[in-house]
């Protein structure tokens, strides 16, 4: 085993998980977990280092598990990455455009590549992930049968690429949040940040408004917001947020004081640095 320090991703080698660890911590061993909860327990429990998870996509939209994760887990999150999402149509030796009759993937890759699909007029497989598509196309060795994945995956699981970059829609991205078992904030001096956070309001009118009109009128720019009613009756929601700046700067501290005064449950997930990426768009 490798003495360098680990990052767990859900996923097998060769998933988009598995290229956004290698990209952002190429210096770290990618440690790939069934399910996003045992990724999440790794870091917990100090099997490995750190936790590559994704949180939302451009086509995709939310990943719905890990919403319900990060308010129950005693994680923090100390980065964001942003990985482009390449497809690549791959396949055992021997296989071409022609030989193919399925075409394996995860279901938001097929969606993605539907032009493609059509235009090859092969059947769709729903596989549990791109890799593990891939990883299956290696072990049937069989040319009628190929997989939509990462160019990652077929050089781990050797298969030739037979047309890059099929995604119908050029662009398209995934966010990943990094997740630690310490907070480590940036120094408020060295750069732009963003902080997360979730809290719950009573359902009655105007709890959420009064709870972020503290952000207006410090000039605090909430950058995302979601809802999710976490009890029976429905009458508890609860929100996750991101918002520009770190709570050292006097504006973020008076919006969260206000913050606090409407809320039933108020937890900080993390503040980290802003991405690049985020500039560049």
Do not use: W
Not at 1 to 24: K, N
Not at 81 to 107: C, D, M, N, W, Y
Not at 215 to 229: D, P
């Amino acid at each position: 085993m490798s003495d360098r320090p680990r990052i767990a991703f859900q996923g097998v080698r060769g998933a988009y998980s598995h290229l956004a660890c290698t990209l952002a911590y190429p210096d770290m061993e990618p440690v790939g977990f069934d399910t996003f909860a045992q990724a999440f327990g790794a870091v917990e429990d100090g099997t490995t280092e750190l936790a590559m998870i994704p949180i939302e996509n451009t086509l995709g939209g939310r990943v719905a598990d890990i919403h319900h994760l990060l308010p129950e887990s005693s994680l923090y999150i100390v980065g964001e990455h942003f990985q482009p999402v390449r497809h690549a149509l791959l396949g055992p030796e021997g296989a071409t455009l022609e030989t193919l009759k399925t075409v394996a993937s995860h279901e938001q890759g097929l969606a993605q590549c539907r032009e493609l699909i059509r235009e090859l007029a092969v059947e769709p497989m729903d596989f549990g992930d791109t890799a593990g598509a891939a990883k299956e196309a290696a072990e049937r060795n069989d040319p009628s049968f190929g997989a939509i994945a990462s160019e990652l995956a077929a050089e781990i699981y050797g298969l030739n690429v037979l047309r890059t970059r099929i995604e119908d829609r050029l662009g398209n991205t995934t966010r990943f949040v990094v997740m630690s078992r310490r907070s480590i904030e940036p120094d408020p001096r060295d750069g732009p940040a963003i902080t997360s956070i979730v809290f719950q309001v009573r359902s009655v009118p105007g709890a959420l408004y009064k709870a972020l009109g503290g952000f207006a009128t410090n000039g605090v720019n909430i950058t995302k917001l979601e809802s999710y009613i976490v009890d029976q009756s429905f009458t508890v929601a609860q929100f996750y947020a991101e918002f520009d700046g770190h709570p050292a700067d006097i504006a973020v501290a008076n919006a969260f004081d206000e913050l606090q005064f409407f809320c039933t449950k108020l937890k900080q997930l993390g503040t980290y640095p802003r991405a690049p990426y985020r500039e560049s768009r």
